[in-house]
């Protein structure tokens, strides 16, 4: 089992960056893929990024492809979400999701909540106009 914890969100104006951070506990953090997540106010909470085991595999969804990235460091058990270029539509609480895989891809429903076994609490994203 793992527990995923999330850091790094605020407050930052249009075109800025901010990092997200997500630590895991658990010894087998090395294969579970990883995802990100966000749920504006009266939305759905959505897809946003997901990575294999090595990092070899990275999908995106449409909307932040191009200004987002995902990385993971296996050793300090941390899956990381770099935003650049923000803008107010990215505006959301941020989760990270994780589940345990024999294998180093990513299931092809990687867009689905239902895939991933385990959930962190969340960090706020605003970003001002």
């Known amino acids: 089992q793992v527990q995923l914890v999330e850091s790094g969100g605020g407050l930052v104006q249009a075109g800025g960056s901010l990092r997200l951070s997500c630590a895991a506990s658990g010894r087998t953090f090395s294969r579970y893929a990883m995802g990100w997540f966000r749920q504006a106010p009266g939305k759905e909470r959505a897809f946003v990024a997901a990575?294999?085991?090595?990092?070899?595999?990275?999908y995106y969804a449409d909307s932040v492809k191009g200004r987002f990235t995902i990385s993971r460091d296996n050793a300090k058990k941390t899956v990381y979400l770099q935003m650049n270029s923000l803008k107010p539509e990215d505006t959301a609480a941020y989760y990270c999701?994780?589940?345990?895989?024999?294998?180093?891809?990513?299931?092809?429903?990687?867009?689905?909540?239902?895939?991933?076994?385990?959930w962190g609490q969340g960090t706020q994203v605003t970003v001002s106009s």
């Open positions: 999701a994780g589940y345990y895989s024999d294998y180093d891809v990513v299931r092809p429903q990687y867009k689905s909540e239902a895939t991933y076994d385990y």
């Open positions: 990575i294999s085991w090595s990092g070899g595999s990275k």
